[in-house]
């Protein structure tokens, strides 16, 4: 005999990985996640600021 399927769960589960996999491409093709361009921004700033810190100001003696 044949496996009784339930069309509606089938139908859902089947949408569900479809857009699982449509997320997945969007993901490779849009970059990193959000808490890595914060970091990466934070770090950026941060040396930034250390970069400014040791700058020389005019008037100041070496």
Known sequence: ???????RLARKRAK????EDRAGAQRLAHGIRKSERELIKARNDKAARD???HKLREGEPE
């Open 16 to 19: 569900r990985q479809a857009e």
């Open 1 to 7: 005999m044949a496996e009784i399927v339930n069309l």
């Open 51 to 53: 970069i400014d810190g």
